[in-house]
């Protein structure tokens, strides 16, 4: 079974740090991209970073220079490293995988989500 799965979330306070983890098994991590994903409380859910074949890496560009993505194909985890958080970040974050060794390509595979909570 495809599966992936986040940990990491929780409450921090603002200019703090968080390190989110998800955890892939059932399929040949190397050959997929898997990403970040968020929704916020009442807004749409968006693409905030993405790790794909090739090394390509894809950021949102408000988390750039503060949200760090990482693989490790031995472990089949990725990670997203979150520095520097404001409040507005606040969201259930989650992983998915997508069809394809591209970024580009469409999501097939969710996670349940971690909710990372930014207080002032």
């Known amino acids: 079974e495809v599966q992936v799965v986040e940990s990491g979330g929780g409450l921090v306070q603002a200019g703090g740090s968080l390190r989110l983890s998800c955890a892939a098994s059932g399929f040949r991590f190397e050959d997929y991209a898997i990403g970040w994903f968020r929704q916020a409380p009442g807004k749409e859910r968006e693409r905030v970073s993405c790790?794909?074949?090739?090394?390509?890496?894809y950021y949102l560009d408000s988390v750039k220079g503060r949200f760090t993505i990482s693989r490790d194909n031995a472990k089949t985890t990725v990670y997203l490293q979150m520095n520097s958080l404001k409040p507005e970040v606040t969201a259930v974050y989650y992983c998915?995988?997508?069809?394809?060794?591209?970024?580009?390509?469409?999501?097939?595979?969710w996670g349940k989500g971690t909710l990372v909570t930014v207080s002032l």
């Open positions: 790790s794909g074949r090739y090394s390509t890496i």
């Open positions: 998915a995988r997508s069809t394809g060794r591209l970024c580009t390509s469409s999501v097939d595979t």
